[in-house]
Nanobody, 115 residues
Framework: QVQLVESGGGLVQPGGSLRLSCAASGSIFRSATMGWYRQAPGKQRESVAG???????NYADSVKGRFTISRDNAKNTVYLQMNSLKPEDTAVYYCNLRRAGYTYWGQGTQVAVSS
């Protein structure tokens, strides 16, 4: 069983930055595809960014140029650096791990962008 624990959320003003972290338990992190998703109130969960086992990244159009996903295999941790935050980035952010047909989710961390 894999456990994912997110941290780093909070309240930030528009234009500010936050860095989310997601620590994974177990030994499969290195061979897993990792991703960040978000869900705003009243909306469906959407993909924000993903990173493959070899470091290939992809981003939603809405965050390109502002968010950066990265991973540290030695620490079993994936990060999401969020810059130039906008009110529309407000959501619960979830970490996702995919490997061999299995998908795991973290409990989520709240990000609120407001003045």
């Amino acid at each position: 069983q894999v456990q994912l624990v997110e941290s780093g959320g909070g309240l930030v003003q528009p234009g500010g930055s936050l860095r989310l972290s997601c620590a994974a338990s177990g030994s499969i992190f290195r061979s897993a595809t990792m991703g960040w998703y978000r869900q705003a109130p009243g909306k469906q969960r959407e993909s924000v960014a993903g990173i493959s086992t070899v470091g290939t990244t992809n981003y939603a159009d809405s965050v390109k140029g502002r968010f950066t996903i990265s991973r540290d295999n030695a620490k079993n941790t994936v990060y999401l650096q969020m810059n130039s935050l906008k009110p529309e980035d407000t959501a619960v952010y979830y970490c996702n791990l995919r490997r061999a047909g299995y998908t795991y989710w973290g409990q989520g961390t709240q990000v609120a962008v407001s003045s």
